[in-house]
T-cell receptor
């Protein structure tokens, strides 16, 4: 049962344009969400997070939007740069179940930013 | 520099052997985690530890064991009972709940 879903395995965007990566979740108990970026043969790097009390969080070129009613979040990257080409993972947790900070990951979206 | 160190980067194991993957952090984080990544899949949680001398099974703990004798260290043993051990293993740590996990650069384990 995939509780966190990234339905687009890949996305191609031109340099300077907006990249929008999407993530859906099924567990209504999730209330903390994160985006990670991963290059091949490296560990994921934390990008940005959002808790369920917010619907938007912004950090530089990265903005995460959360729609709790739709159980959907998205990551916007503006403007996209070639160095943004990587796999992006969405992750979610429910810190209040006694399981600490266990994360459930999506399967990732490969972003390619073309010149 | 503070961070998480995983070693070795590549590891080969003969069938029937146990092998231990190292994970050390100097971030003073209380919680540590082990994940496994297979091609085309997300990360799946193997074990996690919220404090020293305590750890819990994650979603795919069968065939693995861990220890947490020191705050800085959380080694993972892949036992011969793990039927499909070939994967990319990632260790992470976090300071607490509602805080992001920070990852090491991983160990790729292959079976000879």
């Amino acid at each position: 049962d995939q509780q966190v879903k990234q339905n687009s395995p890949s996305l191609s965007v031109q340099e300077g344009r907006i990249s929008i990566l999407n993530c859906d979740y099924t567990n209504s108990m999730f209330d903390y969400f994160l985006w990670y970026k991963k290059y091949p043969a490296e560990g994921p790097t934390f990008l940005i997070s959002i808790s369920s009390i917010k619907d938007k969080n912004e950090d530089g070129r990265f903005t995460v939007f959360l729609n709790k009613s739709a159980k959907h979040l998205s990551l916007h990257i503006v403007p996209s740069q070639p160095g943004d080409s990587a796999v992006y993972f969405c992750a979610a947790s429910n810190p209040h179940t006694g399981g600490g900070n266990k994360l459930t990951f999506g399967t990732g979206t490969q972003l390619k930013v073309e010149l | 520099d503070g961070g998480i160190t995983q070693s070795p980067k590549y590891l080969f194991r003969k069938e029937g052997q146990n092998v231990t993957l190292s994970c050390e952090q100097n971030l003073n984080h209380d919680a540590m985690y082990w994940y496994r990544q297979d091609p085309g899949q997300g990360l799946r949680l193997i074990y996690y530890s919220q404090i020293v001398n305590d750890f819990q099974k994650g979603d795919i703990a069968e065939g693995y064991s861990v220890s947490r004798e020191k705050k800085e260290s959380f080694p993972l043993t892949v036992t011969s009972a793990q039927k499909n051990p070939t994967a990319f293993y990632l260790c992470a740590s976090s300071i607490g709940t509602l805080q992001p996990q920070h990852f090491g650069d991983g160990t790729r384990l292959s079976i000879l």
